[in-house]
């Protein structure tokens, strides 16, 4: 089912692309909670829908673009929970920092994940204790490697006061400013060490980076040490946490 869902990933990256490499000025509006959403949002949204019905219909789906009521979802033991465009700003601002995420949760864990990077072509998957890269045609396994120097990854659109006294409290390290759920792929394969996360984060936006990072080593808990859970709960928001190989 993963090479499914690795293929499915990549027909909804060529949708976007579509969009991307249009020469019409970007149509962009704002949903209720003033976040941007895009033609090639919503094209994504539903070939995976269509895609996820026809490879599991007896799974059912939380995606960004049409998440359904607490009732429907209350009860879930497995759903898949989507991001068919993380990095929307990225997006616009045409940086290639935007990711195709597709996750798999089972009892609150995500257990399989496929973060496509449809500007490079390059994919990110996870299961189980395995995790791998594809590009140039090449599959490559991935995990979490130690540096001498730490690299930090941080989000290029959101940077907080807190998250600056934690860097300052840090020590020697660098930093690496990077889009969307790469952050979690930038730790799983390696180079970078450890991704901080204080500012808000939704579910879809996490899952499936989640999943590519944990099977390549990492773990992701909250700033209390529990590891960051997806279990149907009313709201859609993460805690705060960080992804380290530590």
């Excluded at 499914?4 to 909804?12: D, P």
């Excluded at 359904?68 to 979802?73: G, I, K, L, S, T």
């Excluded at 299961?127 to 730490?150: F, L, R, S, Y």
Aim: aromatic letters at 8%; proline letters at 6%; glycine letters at 6%.
């Amino acid at each position: 089912m993963l090479q499914q869902i690795c293929q499915l990933a990549r027909e909804a990256g060529a949708a976007i692309m579509a969009v991307y490499q249009d020469e019409q000025p970007l149509k962009v509006e704002h949903k209720m909670d003033d976040s941007p959403v895009t033609a090639a949002d919503i094209a994504a949204h539903k070939i995976i829908k269509a895609g996820l019905m026809r490879i599991a219909p007896d799974i059912p789906l939380l995606s960004e673009e049409d998440p359904p009521v607490w009732e429907e979802r209350k009860n879930w033991q497995r759903y898949w929970l989507v991001d068919p465009l993380d990095g929307t700003k990225e997006f616009i601002q045409r940086n290639g920092e935007f990711t195709v995420n597709i996750a798999l949760i089972e009892d609150g864990v995500p257990v399989m994940g496929v973060v496509y990077v449809p500007v490079l072509n390059v994919l990110y998957a996870g299961q189980g204790h395995q995790a791998w890269k594809e590009t140039n045609g090449q599959t490559i396994p991935i995990k979490v490697a130690a540096a001498m120097q730490p690299t930090v990854v941080i989000s290029r659109s959101h940077m907080d006061e807190e998250l600056k006294d934690y860097l300052t409290q840090l020590g020697t390290h660098q930093t690496l400013s990077v889009g969307s759920s790469l952050k979690f792929c930038m730790v799983a394969e390696g180079k970078a060490q450890l991704y901080p996360r204080f500012g808000p984060t939704n579910i879809w936006d996490t899952a499936a980076g989640h999943a590519v990072a944990i099977a390549a080593g990492a773990h992701v808990t909250d700033w209390e040490g529990k590891t960051l859970n997806y279990a149907p709960r009313e709201s859609f928001l993460n805690p705060g946490f960080r992804v380290t190989i530590f």
